[in-house]
């Protein structure tokens, strides 16, 4: 019987969520806890894609196989009894064998969140990157940031070490909205290149502070070109919010 | 000159406030920026009071001498620099000399939330008590509260291992209110005995979900009696919100 389950982790103690050897990660915590409830047998988790140390995921989406037969609704507080309490388990649910977390997407949505206030609070050290108080020009930013909606080639927004060919995706929105004093930046597409939501986060960020001008993002696109973008925005403020299917 | 500064802390990786050999509190953190600055001379900092390990601060206040002649607001620049981001100071003021952070208390005002989401959000695992879900009758907890507001001798909540002879003190506000899925209880008073604030919110909680009637708090007030109030509800669910002189 395959499960998909969407949950919820904190990245600040994770080496991200892959399996390394050695590392504290997100798919060797569910792993353990699987393994635990399957005498001893292996139980391979697949999610929709990785995350990198320190970012958040508030929807990210799993499946895995099981030989147990419990209803899901158990099965989740089962999980949640057992995993440690910087993963939750949200919902479980049954799917056909032909489901897979990863192949299956047809897209995602991310958050990307600044605090702008002068002081940062401590309680959100871990959970928002800090400006010290500066607070971008918005309204730029959103003007930079309609140059990216849209199907383009992304190259100028992925990491350079990444073996991925086609690097065209789709943007179908990207919005800016100021939440008391934290600047959320939320971006939905059917794809994302690697560290393509830090690099977006990133550039936008040199537009809201005028160390770039909007046009140039159109530029950076155009010249598929990664030294044409801004630089990678830090990992703890990303959250991966929703995974479509 | 005497510095009055407002202080806000993560309590989550520090063994309370005070210092205690081999542990970090926040008053070695607070210490040991100070002794720097002061090129290696000792500058005590006196608090308005203790706080336990893991319990957070958004407005504890501290007091210092300080022998440097800078503007108040380039020391709390200059404080924040050096402070590990689990501290922030809020502000610095200059006071007179006899203005003392813990003999100068007027009142203080506490904070205590319970997460009452049926899967608590691992990023408020550190900063709320959860609950799994239960969600308790505010009302006999708000009928509860107004038999503890008002000036009563507080033996019974009050932790059994402390050296307070008068246990007479004055409770102006005690207030329960949903914030989304998460009970905020806050609490002003003119003074707090040890555990006082947690052995309340573990009192009013058992009168929440049934596990006490109301009228018990009047008898364990005047009882006097430790053992007739509830358990001391944990300790990260706790903040010093504000001090008042």
Redesign the interface.
Known sequence: MRLKATI???GTQFSGYQVQPGERTVQLELEKVLMKMHKGERVHVTASGRTDARV?A?GQVIHFDTSLVIPTDSYQKAL?VQLP??????SVEQVTDDFHARYSVAGKRYRYIWDCSK?????R?F?TVETRGIRPNVEAMREAAQLIIGTHDFTCFCAANTSVVDKVRTVHSLNLEWIGDELHMTIAGNGFLYNMVRIIAGTLWEVGVARREVQTVAEAIEAQDRSKAGKTAPAHGLYLEEVFY
Chains 1, 2 share one sequence.
Do not use: G, T
């Open positions: 919820s982790y904190d958040h508030s949640n309490s910087d993963i939750r388990v949200l002081i940062q609070s401590p309680f050290r959970y």
